[in-house]
């Protein structure tokens, strides 16, 4: 183990083990499209959430590209709950087409909604284009991990997770268990 010595104050010495710096949200990314699971389109929004969460300093342990069918976006889910990630982000099918079930999928294995990362989001998202009151975006606590539902342009999703940024180290604790004060 590699030790590092600290600048002394007030006459006090210490030493004190060097450790990498624990990420502090463990992520998983869900890309929800029944063309990009097919191999007919190539995904984009996904790559765009990683290097979002990889600026924020987040570690991204898993990525997937699932159709557009419920048990397999829960299934996805789940796994990435079971692997660690306590944060995990969809992004796509939160339109109102009739393949959009992303929210249908979430709420089905959720404990608890947050309709404020919702309501946020499409409050945010309505500057920018008025087709944002279509979108059907949500946050919810699935076992131990905040859910979040993203658009699927990868720009929409990008800015609802900037939008909702602030609250999900406080969020995410919460969903873990972790003791923590507001």
Same mark, same amino acid.
Request: proline share 5%.
């Given at each position: 183990?590699?030790?590092?010595k600290r600048l002394a104050y007030a006459g006090t010495?210490?030493?004190?083990? +060097?450790?990498?710096?624990? %990420?502090?949200?463990?992520?998983?990314?869900?890309?929800?499209? /029944?063309?990009?699971?097919?191999?007919?389109?190539?995904?984009?929004?996904? %790559?765009?959430?990683?290097?979002?969460?990889?600026?924020?300093?987040?570690?991204?342990?898993?990525?997937?590209? !699932?159709? /557009?069918? !419920?048990?397999r976006i829960q299934e996805a889910i789940r796994s990435?709950?079971?692997?660690?990630? +306590?944060?995990?982000?969809?992004?796509?099918?939160?339109?109102?087409?009739?393949? /959009?079930?992303?929210?249908?999928?979430?709420?089905?294995?959720?404990?608890?909604?947050?309709?404020?990362?919702?309501?946020?989001?499409?409050?945010? =998202?309505?500057?920018?284009?008025?087709?944002?009151?279509?979108?059907?975006?949500?946050?919810? !606590?699935?076992?131990?991990?905040?859910?979040?539902?993203? %658009?699927?342009?990868?720009?929409?999703? !990008? /800015?609802?997770?900037?939008?909702?940024?602030?609250?999900?180290?406080?969020?995410?604790?919460?969903?873990?268990?972790?003791?923590? =004060?507001?």
């Amino acid at each position: 183990m590699r030790y590092q010595k600290r600048l002394a104050y007030a006459g006090t010495k210490n030493l004190l083990p +060097s450790r990498p710096m624990e %990420p502090s949200i463990r992520a998983g990314i869900i890309t929800v499209s /029944d063309r990009a699971a097919a191999g007919e389109y190539q995904d984009l929004g996904g %790559p765009a959430l990683r290097r979002e969460c990889e600026r924020h300093g987040w570690a991204v342990l898993a990525e997937a590209v !699932v159709p /557009d069918e !419920v048990a397999r976006i829960q299934e996805a889910i789940r796994s990435f709950g079971t692997q660690g990630c +306590s944060l995990i982000l969809t992004t796509g099918g939160t339109g109102i087409a009739g393949r /959009d079930v992303t929210p249908e999928a979430i709420r089905g294995l959720m404990r608890v909604e947050l309709p404020g990362f919702g309501e946020v989001m499409r409050m945010e =998202s309505m500057k920018l284009t008025k087709n944002a009151i279509l979108s059907r975006g949500l946050a919810a !606590v699935v076992d131990r991990a905040l859910v979040i539902a993203l %658009p699927g342009k990868p720009q929409g999703a !990008v /800015d609802c997770l900037g939008f909702v940024a602030g609250a999900l180290e406080h969020g995410v604790k919460l969903a873990q268990h972790v003791a923590t =004060s507001c």
